[in-house]
Structures are given as structure tokens and as C-alpha cells.
């Protein structure tokens, strides 16, 4: 009698992984509208409304977008958020191009985001260490730089910064076009 032996495999090797991710993302943002919470990257104001899978109201950053609202009603502001379970901030992951591409086209898009309130995130699972320590101080400098001129300065500047940060910043470049 012979015995057939199936491999055990982990989720995301069957093809569920990924979407099983992005739906317990997205219920964490449902269970915060339920009990009054708030949105990271946003003021606190509760969330009012969320949209879940946005391509079809015109949103490319579209796998969650979550609406709240001032306390007196009269402002609103949005959070665009990608969901990926793994990625890697390089110039040669598609991937990571298409997140940047779509969240390029929805910061240019006035009808769908406003510079100066709303927030676009990437939501992930673990991140390289050069991803996390790099990529985040890259967009710490963005933040507090005086202009692109002065962020450029801070990147390119050999005691200041480093060729990893410097790599990291030409995988954003490459693919926002």
C-alpha cells in the first residue's frame, strides 16, 4: 500500500496569502470606525466612511481609502492606502513600481486628493532592515526639507547620507513618472 504524502504549505504559497493580508488590514480599519478611532497620518477625527477597493470611483492608490471628518463636519480628510503583504523598495520590483505609479497619478489628481490634508501609505508586512532604516530617513528628510533642491543636498551629501539611501531614493524615481 502505497502512502501519498501531501506537503504541508503556508497560505500564501496556495495564492491566499496576500488577499488574506489586505482583509485583516482592511478590518482593522473597519473595527477603528465601529469604536470611534482614528486614522494614522491624519488628524484625530473619527472615521466617517471607507472604500474599499477604490478603482471603480477612480482611485489607483485603491485598496483602502478612509474618509473622516472635523468634529463640526465642515472638514474632511482622506487616507489612500495600499496593502501589500511583502515588498521591496528597489528599482527593479515592478511591484513597488506600480505602488509608487498609482500613488504619483491620485497626488496629481485634485478631484481625488488634496496636497495639503490627505495622506497616501503603503501598508506592508516586515520590511528589510535597509527598508526600514533608509527608506525611512529618506522621507524624514523629504518632510522637513526646505524644497527638492534641499532634500537633493541632504541625499547627495557623502558624510550626511549614503549609497543605500541614495539607491533607495532612485527606486522611487524610476517609477514615478
Known amino acids: ?31 477603528l ?20 477597493q477604490g478603482k471603480y470611483k477612480g482611485f489607483d492608490t485603491d485598496d483602502l481609502i478612509i474618509f473622516t471628518k472635523s468634529p463640526d463636519g465642515e472638514k474632511e480628510r482622506k487616507l489612500l492606502g495600499q496593502i501589500k503583504h511583502s515588498i521591496s523598495i528597489t528599482e527593479d520590483n515592478k511591484e513597488f513600481g506600480k505602488v509608487i505609479q498609482a500613488a504619483w497619478n491620485d497626488f496629481k489628481n485634485p478631484k ?25 530617513i529618506i522621507l524624514e528628510w523629504a518632510r522637513d526639507s526646505e524644497d527638492a533642491s534641499d532634500f537633493l543636498t541632504k541625499v547627495n551629501l557623502v558624510n550626511f547620507s549614503s549609497n543605500a539611501k541614495r539607491k533607495k531614493l ?8
Open 1 to 31: 500500500m502505497n502512502k501519498i504524502t501531501a506537503k504541508q504549505s503556508n497560505p500564501f504559497s496556495t495564492g491566499g496569502g496576500g488577499v488574506n493580508f489586505e482583509i485583516r488590514v482592511q478590518a482593522v480599519f473597519v473595527t
Open 33 to 52: 470606525m465601529m469604536t470611534g478611532g482614528f486614522a494614522p497620518c491624519l488628524p484625530a477625527w473619527p472615521i466617517n466612511k471607507i472604500k474599499l
Open 112 to 136: 481625488l486628493f488634496t496636497k495639503e490634508s490627505d495622506a497616501i501609505v503603503l501598508i506592508t508586512g516586515p520590511l528589510s532592515v535597509s527598508d526600514i532604516n533608509d527608506v525611512r
Open 170 to 177: 532612485r527606486a522611487f524615481q524610476k517609477w514615478r513618472c
